[in-house]
């Protein structure tokens, strides 16, 4: 497999289920991000890990929690979500350095919460 | 703070030449970044500048200028598979964290 992977790609739960996303990279990146995607908004960050530690916690609700347990993989917990939380919520790997290079993202999670 | 504006959306005709502005304002800049995404899919990379100038990659081109706080993006011959999002997004460094921030991004409709 090449590239930035995650999983499931459609998933619906229920405001008192836990569920989890993953995303797995490829690339040989050091960098992980999560962002979440709702309509006529940007994308907003939610957490970036550097070498599996997190470096960034932009205020995101402690009902989601990042897990980082090495450079290619990284997960999403969600619980006791709200139906606003309903979004996309992709993946991204990058080098971290100040040499800067892009970011590769994956497909995406599109999540519905009911 | 960090702020990034570009149009919401644009409409043009096919084989046409559309450019695509972007402001932005931040305080390490480290980089600025165009990406296209279609409906339903993951944003795909098209182009990078970190110095001022014009790159060109084939049918797509993008400028910067860091002293002006500005980019564009040019999207020439346009074909209807270009109908899709673009999204600006700038590299940010802040105390050794590196963040990419993006725009709303502008959606282009590509008609025949």
């Known amino acids: 497999e090449t590239g930035v992977t995650q999983t499931p790609r459609h998933l619906v739960m229920g405001m008192t289920n836990k569920k989890s996303l993953k995303c797995e990279q490829h690339l040989g990146h050091n960098a992980m991000y999560w962002y979440k995607q709702s309509a006529k908004k940007p994308l907003e960050l939610m957490f970036v890990?550097?070498?599996?530690?997190?470096?960034e916690n932009n205020s995101v609700p402690s009902r989601f929690s990042p897990e980082c347990p090495n450079s290619s993989h990284l997960f999403l917990h969600l619980h006791t979500l709200q139906p606003e939380d309903s979004a996309l919520y992709l993946c991204a790997s990058s080098q971290y350095s100040s040499g800067g290079t892009e970011a590769f993202f994956g497909q995406g999670t599109r999540l519905t919460v009911v | 703070g960090q702020n990034i504006d570009q149009p919401t959306e644009m409409t043009a005709t096919e084989g046409a030449i559309v450019q695509i502005n972007c402001t932005y304002q931040t305080s390490g800049f480290n980089g600025l970044f165009w990406y296209q995404q279609h409906a339903g899919e993951a944003p795909t990379f098209l182009s990078y500048n970190v110095l001022d100038g014009l790159e060109e990659k084939g049918r797509f081109s993008s400028f910067l200028s860091r002293s002006k706080g500005y980019s564009y993006l040019l999207l020439k011959e346009l074909q209807m598979k270009d109908s899709a999002s673009y999204l600006c997004a700038v590299r940010d460094e802040d105390s050794g964290t590196y963040k990419y921030i993006f725009g709303t991004g502008t959606r282009l409709k590509v008609l025949a």
């Open positions: 890990y550097s070498l599996e530690e997190r470096v």
